[in-house]
């Protein structure tokens, strides 16, 4: 029994089974009666809330299709966010949502950018276009969901839209057992993910067609075509920019004290499951379910607890070393601080050495970075030295600079940087860099030296055990501490790519941001999002999230995890407290299972959104679900 807290917590139920109980064999299901003695004609009812960002106007008309049959019910709703309707659970909806005005307001906290003269947008008359101010943007709203038994809140969302007309499931991409803009069966931490998500991507579309950080010659296209090229003929690089506003969302939110108190619980989960959502793949259509009383989730409970086991009488060690190895990497506090000492290094020489600087060619020292800077043909920095204890090697060069008090100075460039410390390095080769200065850069000015950059590129972070190759999005923020010193905060950082070590070669995507970047600390506080690829014997297709404490990736439980096998998806809420256990596993389409454990006894139900199916009992020392018929089925 003391294995238990070695294992992964899927495992959990399957080795307390096995821990004792009757030699009898156990009941099994009557498959000659369909639906388990429920009444397989019913139709249970669904309670459908819905949320729009409050970018638009939320009063207007709600159109909601039932796509079989084509009917069409229309509600004129004063608040649609204060809405509720009662549907047929089971059953594929189309919803669309016309607000009463096509006017979209600034999403953003920091504002929309510069008003031209006169701009009636500019309600206060202050030359910006401020948070709440009209922007010029075209924002749609639909949504395709299959609403379960009882509760439904229904997200809005740009996102959603874009999967809409082909009523496409996002399930397989964020693994979540509805699409991610649907909530079943969930709790104020996910309903704050999801709303915190719908904010983004709807504020990511409003933001890009702004363009605000763009050249004004920019040609920007529809989100559509960007979805388009990027899901239909793999062409990201359209899509890739929305991404990266939705990021930027994301960063701007935890800046602002109010939102950040109430979103910065939630970072790591929402990063990685709105992030996830965006690696756009083949995805299924939504169809309506043959019946609401089956026992898909069962079987599936079954089946994966079936790979996972050959893993604990075979694998186990493997897979807990696997874990570990990644674990080990993303703890380690100088892997941490090697992003933020080669973002900074680069931040700090354009700073301190640039033309707004009138800086002439030559020699400088910057802290202790050796610079030599020069202009012709473009401005060219080859800097050695050190930088937060890492040696630093860099030859950036850059070839766009505007001057601008008021917009801030921007620098756009490329280059390769390094650093390294002890047995840890990382090297980057950026096709992408992008520092914004608060204003000009003027050396008496304190504010100035505060801005934001970015860095997109290809990074190898090696390690004494470890390699890690990979797609890079760095977020670095430069801000006035309360100190009055300018400090550095890692806003947002994405890895994509392979991590290699003598026991694997692995898929891995993670996510982290700066929990509370409003609370200001010197010391990194990162959140983390992790998705990794198994190739495991029995689970070809096994994929892992979760979001966790950097140094508990293998502590599992007590967590949140989501997982794929044989191409359905698993969520599994596990709690442990002494000998008392307790695992939520949710599937498809708003089923789910409540076991809690106690010594030898299990207890709980199966349920379809808010009605129960079954009970979850111990018969002759065997756990399983008892149906109204006196069907058992066995949980594994």
């Known amino acids: 029994m003391q294995k238990i807290n070695k294992i992964l917590p899927l ?36 309670s459908v809330a819905f949320y729009v960002p409050k970018f638009v106007d939320t009063s207007g008309t709600l159109s909601v299709t039932q796509v079989s049959s084509r009917e069409t019910q229309q509600f004129t709703v004063n608040d649609l966010n204060e809405m509720t309707i009662t549907l047929d659970s089971g059953v594929v ?28 947008n500019d309600l206060n008359g202050n030359e910006e276009i401020d948070f709440g101010e009209p922007v010029s943007a075209n924002v749609s709203y639909s949504l395709a969901a299959k609403p379960v038994a009882g509760q439904n809140q229904l997200y809005f969302s740009s996102y959603a839209t874009l999967l809409s007309d082909s009523q496409l499931d996002s399930t397989v991409l964020s693994l979540t057992n509805t699409p991610v803009y649907h909530l079943s069966h969930s709790r104020i931490n996910q309903s704050l993910q999801a709303e915190y998500a719908a904010q983004a991507f709807t504020s990511a579309d409003i933001m890009r067609q702004l363009n605000i950080q763009g050249r ?34 994301f960063i701007e939110t935890l800046l602002d004290e109010k939102d950040s108190t109430l979103f910065s619980s939630v ?114 920095w080859q800097v050695t030295g050190f930088n937060r204890g890492f040696e630093v090697s860099m030859d950036v060069t850059m070839s766009e600079w505007r001057k601008s008090p008021i917009l801030g100075d921007r620098i756009v460039g490329v280059g390769v940087v390094s650093v390294r410390k002890g047995d840890v390095s990382l090297e ?51 801000v006035r501490s309360p100190g009055n010193s300018v400090e550095s905060i890692i806003a947002n950082l994405r890895l994509r790519g392979d991590f290699e070590t003598v026991n ?62 044989g191409g359905r998806v698993m969520q599994l809420d596990v709690r442990r407290s002494g000998d008392n256990n307790n695992i939520v596993a949710q599937g498809k389409d708003g089923y789910w299972l409540d076991i809690k454990q106690k010594g030898r006894n299990f207890t709980g139900g199966y349920y379809y959104g808010d009605q129960q199916i079954g009970d979850v009992k111990t018969v002759r020392g065997v756990p399983g679900v008892l149906f109204p018929d006196g069907s058992f089925e066995s949980l594994f």
């Not at 906290?109 to 006169?118: I, Q, S």
């Not at 379910?289 to 409970?301: A, E, G, K, P, Y």
């Not at 941490?336 to 000492?341: D, K, M, T, V």
């Not at 003027?442 to 797609?471: C, I, P, R, W, Y």
């Open 93 to 120: 909806y189309q919803f669309e949502f016309s607000p009463s005005s096509e006017q979209v307001f600034c999403p953003r906290k920091l504002g929309c950018g510069r008003a031209l003269r006169d701009d009636p």
């Open 428 to 478: 980057a080769d950026l096709n992408d860099i992008f520092l914004l200065f608060d204003g000009s850069i003027d050396g008496d000015n304190l504010q100035t030296a505060t801005g934001t950059s970015h860095f997109a590129g290809e990074v190898t972070l090696q390690t004494a055990a470890s390699m890690t190759k990979a797609d890079l999005r760095l977020h670095l923020d430069r």
């Open 11 to 46: 495992l959990l139920a399957g080795i307390l089974s096995a821990c004792g109980g009757s030699s009898d064999p156990a009941p099994t299901v009557d498959d000659a009666e369909p639906g388990f003695g429920h009444d397989v004609t019913q139709i249970p009812s669904a």
């Open 216 to 249: 004004q010659d920019d040609e920007i296209s529809p989100l559509a075509d960007a979805f388009d090229l990027a899901y239909k003929h793999s062409d990201s690089t359209l899509w890739q920019s929305y991404i990266d506003q939705v990021n930027e969302y």
């Open 267 to 380: 970072v790591d989960q929402v990063l990685l499951t709105a992030n996830e959502a965006l690696q756009l793949q083949d995805m299924v259509t939504l169809k309506d379910s043959d019946t609401v009383f089956n026992n898909d989730l069962l079987d599936h409970f079954r089946d994966s607890l079936g790979v996972v086991r050959l893993q604990e009488e075979k694998y186990s060690d493997e897979l807990d070393t696997k874990l570990r190895e990644i674990e080990s990497v993303v703890s380690d506090d100088v892997v941490q601080e090697s992003f933020l000492a080669l973002a900074e290094a680069v931040y700090n020489v354009v700073d301190n050495v640039s033309p707004a600087r009138n800086s002439e060619p030559g020699n400088y020292q910057v802290d202790d970075l050796d610079v030599v800077y020069t202009t012709d043909p473009l401005f060219n």
């Open 504 to 565: 694997q070669v692995t898929p891995v995507a993670l996510y982290a941001a700066e929990q509370s970047p409003y609370e200001f600390d010197t010391a990194l506080d990162l959140a983390f999002g992790l998705h990794v690829d198994f190739d495991l014997k029995g689970g070809p297709d096994f994929q892992l999230q979760l979001a966790a404490d950097p140094n508990n990736f293998t502590n599992l439980n007590s967590a949140e995890i989501s997982y794929v096998v």
